[in-house]
C-alpha cells in the first residue's frame, strides 16, 4: 500500500490528487514507530490518497528540495503543490485529520 518514491519517480508519483509522503532512515527511531501509523492509513485510506516513502539517505536531492532538516516528515500534497508538512512522530487521528482537509 506504501509506496517506495525515489529522487526519479517523486515527482510523476506526487503530481496529482492527494499524497502523503514520508521522510525516513532506516536508522531513525521516531521513523521506525511512524511507519506503522502511516501503513496503516494506507490500508484505510489508499482509495483517497497516495502513500509514499522516501529513504532520506537514498534520496538526497528531493529531501534537500524539501527543505527535510528532521525525520520523520510527513510531506502533504495536493495536485503536486505542498499544502502541509508534519515534523516528528504523530498518531494516527492526527495525520488522518490533516489529509482529510484536503480530500
Not at 37 to 63: P, W, Y
Amino acid at each position: 500500500m506504501v509506496k517506495e518514491f525515489t529522487d526519479q519517480t517523486f515527482d510523476k508519483e506526487t503530481a496529482k490528487g492527494v499524497t502523503l509522503t514520508d521522510f525516513w532512515a532506516t536508522w531513525c527511531g521516531p521513523c521506525r514507530m511512524q511507519s506503522p501509523v502511516i501503513e496503516q492509513l494506507a490500508g484505510e485510506m489508499g482509495d483517497k490518497v497516495v502513500f509514499g516513502k522516501v529513504d532520506v539517505d537514498k534520496n538526497q536531492a528531493t529531501a534537500t528540495k524539501f527543505g527535510i532538516m528532521s525525520i520523520p516528515t510527513l510531506l502533504i500534497k495536493k495536485d503536486g503543490e505542498v499544502v502541509d508538512t508534519i515534523v516528528g512522530y504523530h498518531p494516527k487521528d492526527v495525520i488522518q485529520a490533516k489529509l482529510e482537509q484536503y480530500i
